[in-house]
Structure formats: structure tokens, C-alpha cells
């Protein structure tokens, strides 16, 4: 029992040692230092845990995949364990397996919100990987929610002999639109109103923090004649700007707003909300912080010695 205890807080005290290193961005002398703790311990599923973030953050993601689905043999209900695993899928651009891993934390951990945004983004990538903008790819999965869904859009369209040329050609005009200068005070209802005179309208989701809105319609034609008839319209003191998704106007994708960090048996240190690109201008945060999975597809600048500049203690 004394040996027990006694690895015990050895474990304990290389766990603590090793989320100092990580809090410094010391990665690869963690690695160490949980190693260790492996080795005092090579049950504790919390160690493979925190081992892998550590490679993850290190871009070694076969490693990482391999700790995580590890932790996740000793531990099959640990919602970190899944998360890690799909974190290290993305790393790799195993977006179809990384959505079903992030989906599985979310079984376990519904308010996982990070966990709900890495979901989305591996929707994204995956339709940016068949040829859709990432705007339009947005727009896409707010209007039909899953990958196979909007694919089997296309199918069916171009089944039909070419209706509905958006769902069929990625970049072309879709049933969606972009609408920019939404301001706080022009509701979901002032858009109803507006767009409903243009055709029929399936849904409308309004994001006030960015300032814009995705209007849905049933068909593309629909769309384009809103658009036609509505960009530069003004409405409640500011003028509208009605564009189709592809065109690249902003990023939209969901802010991921609590980080999974390594934890000691106590648990681990607070996370803090994380914001999105661009900065200085026209840089990639993600790139310059937790790392960018859009990689060559994204709109901002990757500047090669800017890379992990600004990764902070709590980003992953």
C-alpha cells in the first residue's frame, strides 16, 4: 500500500510538473514528464490524455490519435478522450472521422461548445474538400445540416438533368444568400418581411455579432432574383449588401468558447473563450494561436514565422 501511495504522488506531482511545462508552451519536455507519469501509472487514462494533447500541439498527430484512443480504452465515457481522438483526426484531415468522434463527445458532454464547433468545422472541410467555398459550404449545411445531405443534393439535381445548377457545380449561385449590415436593430421578422415578397423562404438565421444574416430560399432562381431586387435596399437606417455565400465576405464559422486542457487528479486550470481571425489586418489567428485546419484554403495569411506566435496557456 505504502508503494502504492507512493507512485501515486510521484504521478501526481510529474502531472502537475508537466501542466506547468504546457502553461508554457514547453510541449515536448511535458511529454516527458507524462511519460513518466505513464510509466508510475499506465492505468490512469488521464495521462495518455494529457500526453496527447501535448503531441498535438506538437503537430504529431499520429502520436496524439494514438494516446487519445488509448485514454479511451481505459476510459470509454471520458468526453476528453473523444475529443482529443478527434482533435488529432483533424490535425491528420481525417475530417469524416473527426466529425464522428467530436460527435461522440457531444454525446457524452452536450454543452461542450468547442466540441460543437470542431463538429462544424469538420462539415466545412469536408465539403471545401469536394470543391464548395467555405461560405457557401456555411450555407450549405445551414440548410441542409449534414455533409451526405448537401451531396445528395447535388445528386438528386443533377439526376433531375440540371435543376438547381448550384447544388451541381460548388461556386455557383446557391438557394442562399448573404446579407451584410444587419444591424441589431433589423429583427429576423423585418427580413421575413422583406424577403418573402421574392419567393418562397425556408428558413432565415441572423448573426447580430457579425453582423449578418443567411437567408434560405427554396430554389436558386428565388434567390437570385431577391438578391436582384434587394442588394443596396435600406431598411431601419442602414443598407443592405445581398450577396451569394461564396463570395468570401466574412468568416461565420461558430467561436469555440471553452478549451479541453490537461488534467492533473484534481482536475485542471480554468480555459478561457477564444476569438477569431483576422488580425493585423489580413493574418490568420488560428494560425498564429492553435493552428489553422483550413490550411492552404484559407482566406488569411499564413505567414511561416508568425506560426503559434500567440498560442496562449488554455488554447489547445
Known sequence: TSGTDTMTKK???????????????????????????????????????????????????????????????????????????????????????????????????????????????????????????????????????????????????????????????????????WVGNVTTEITEKHLWDLFKMHGEIESIRVLHERFCAFVNFRNANMAARAMEKLNGHCIENARLVVRYPDRRTQRVLPVPLKTFLPVTQQGGPAAGPRRRGPVNGDECYFWRTTGCHFGDKCRYKHIPDQKGKDRKPWQP
Not at 501535448?54 to 475529443?83: N, R, T, V
Not at 461522440?104 to 463538429?119: G, P, S
Not at 462544424?120 to 445540416?145: D, I, P, T, Y
Open 11 to 177: 504521478s501526481t506531482s510529474l502531472t502537475e510538473k508537466g501542466i506547468k511545462l504546457v502553461q508554457e508552451g514547453q510541449y515536448a519536455q511535458a511529454v516527458v514528464l507524462f511519460t513518466d507519469a505513464i510509466k508510475c501509472d499506465p492505468n490512469d487514462y488521464r495521462f495518455f490524455g494529457n500526453r496527447s494533447y501535448c503531441y498535438y500541439c506538437l503537430e504529431h498527430y499520429p502520436k496524439a490519435l494514438a494516446d487519445a484512443e488509448y485514454s479511451i480504452q481505459l476510459a470509454p465515457e471520458w468526453p476528453k478522450g473523444h475529443f482529443r481522438k478527434g482533435s488529432a483526426l483533424m490535425g491528420m484531415k481525417r475530417y469524416s472521422e473527426a466529425e464522428k468522434a467530436m460527435e461522440q463527445v457531444l454525446k457524452l458532454d452536450k454543452d461542450c461548445e468547442e466540441a460543437a464547433n470542431d463538429l462544424f468545422n469538420c462539415k466545412v472541410l469536408q465539403l471545401m474538400e469536394h470543391g464548395f467555398e467555405e461560405m457557401q459550404s456555411v450555407a450549405l449545411l445551414e440548410r441542409f445540416s449534414s455533409v451526405q445531405a448537401v451531396l445528395g443534393s447535388c445528386s438528386d439535381a443533377a439526376r433531375a438533368g440540371g435543376q438547381d445548377p448550384s447544388m451541381v457545380q460548388p461556386g455557383s449561385p446557391c438557394p442562399s444568400l
